[in-house]
């Protein structure tokens, strides 16, 4: 690389040498995410992972893709670029563990304006961060500096990750039936979806207004909407090895009406006991503000709920347990009913 360096590629407004700064700068993050299986490091054209089936007769693997939206305009303004990686990760590895399918490896595609090697390495510690979370290696990536394209000191981040489950365990809620319990994962907060109505909600416009610090929250404003989005994946695949689980849902964006019906079959329906919700305060402080209807909450965020799994009734206290051992404070909200309502509240 010692050789490579364009003075009229950098005129143009991309300095290609900084790129190599920030991948030796991020090295160290990367490191962190190594899983067996891994057979590549940084600096190929491909991240190569080899695959362990002993334990797994007929694999099936599972892909999912998606970004951190515009959550990414509070950390412009916060100037704070090091949970939105988390994010990021998050929002992958959440989507497939809803099939039952254990992450295995992440890559991350971030486009700026222009490459600062530092800002860059923040960004990549939040996703190798994530990455530790899930047990999922960190295997590629790709940064694009973007001048003319991109304001300077502003990026966009999304991710890809790939999981593997046995095709005998997939998740795919025909086993759903009448009398199923639905339980919480609770969230960590807004998590990553929702923030166009958040943000015209706060009318966030510049830091005053996130640096604003709320009594009913105990925090500033930003540091409550920056909160990075939980990874569920450990405490799900150790339910999934122990109880049997008829369907999950991860509460993204749609909120309750959109996401609790895929894990449904046909006929049937979600009933959730709105008063057993322990909804954070930050809900209730976007509701009240902004003036929206209670059902645009309910359909636009997760409400306190991360993730809502489905059980058989007399499985609740043992799914519970493991839960709770796992580190999540689970709790029931409802049950499925016949009918083809969707959701009702």
């Not at 090091?82 to 497939?96: H, K, L, Q, R, S």
């Not at 319990?181 to 996130?210: C, E, M, W, Y």
């Given at each position: 690389m010692q050789q490579s360096h364009s003075n009229s590629y950098k005129a143009a407004g991309v300095d290609i040498t900084a790129g190599y700064e920030a991948v030796r700068l991020m090295q160290q993050h990367v490191a962190r995410t190594m899983v067996p299986g891994v057979l590549s490091g940084l600096g190929g054209f491909g991240g190569l992972f080899g695959l362990d089936l002993s334990e797994t007769k007929n694999p099936v693997l599972v892909s999912g893709t998606d970004g951190v939206g515009t959550k990414?305009?509070?950390?412009?303004?916060?100037?704070?670029?090091?949970?939105?990686?988390?994010?990021?990760?998050?929002?992958?590895?959440?989507?497939?563990?809803?099939?039952?399918?254990?992450?295995?490896?992440?890559?991350?595609?971030?486009?700026?304006?222009?490459?600062?090697?530092?800002?860059?390495?923040?960004?990549?510690a939040g996703i190798a961060e994530g990455c530790v979370q899930a047990g999922c290696a960190l295997i590629g990536g790709e940064t694009a500096e973007m001048p003319g394209f991109y304001p300077e000191d502003e990026y966009d981040l999304a991710g890809f990750a790939v999981g593997v489950v046995d095709k005998t365990k997939i998740l795919d809620n025909t086993k759903t039936q009448?009398?199923?319990?639905?339980?919480?994962?609770?969230?960590?907060?807004?998590?990553?979806?929702?923030?166009?109505?958040?943000?015209?909600?706060?009318?966030?416009?510049?830091?005053?207004?996130?640096?604003?610090?709320?009594?009913?929250?105990?925090?500033?404003?930003?540091?409550?909407?920056?909160?990075?989005?939980?990874?569920?994946?450990?405490?799900?695949?150790e339910l999934l090895s122990k109880v049997p689980v008829h369907g999950i849902s991860h509460i993204t964006g749609g909120g309750f009406y959109e996401n609790l019906p895929r894990c449904l079959p046909k006929g049937l329906s979600v009933k959730i006991n709105e008063e057993s919700l322990r909804i954070p305060p930050i809900f209730g402080l976007m509701e009240r503000v902004g003036g929206i209807p209670k059902r645009d909450m309910f359909n636009t965020f997760n409400m306190g709920v991360g993730m809502a799994v489905v059980v058989p009734a007399n499985k609740v206290e043992q799914a519970l347990q493991v839960l709770r051992q796992a580190g999540e404070d689970a709790y029931a909200i409802g049950e499925v009913v016949a009918g083809d309502q969707g959701v009702l509240l």
């Open positions: 990414l305009r509070l950390a412009f303004l916060m100037q704070k670029h090091t949970t939105v990686g988390i994010d990021c990760v998050a929002m992958c590895v959440n989507d497939i563990i809803c099939s039952g399918a254990k992450p295995l490896f992440f890559l991350d595609y971030i486009a700026c304006g222009k490459n600062e090697p530092t800002r860059i390495a923040d960004i990549v009448p009398g199923d319990v639905v339980l919480a994962l609770p969230s960590s907060g807004v998590h990553s979806n929702g923030f166009s109505l958040v943000r015209k909600i706060f009318n966030l416009q510049d830091s005053t207004s996130l640096a604003s610090y709320e009594e009913e929250l105990g925090r500033p404003l930003g540091e409550v909407l920056l909160e990075p989005t939980r990874i569920y994946v450990k405490p799900i695949l």
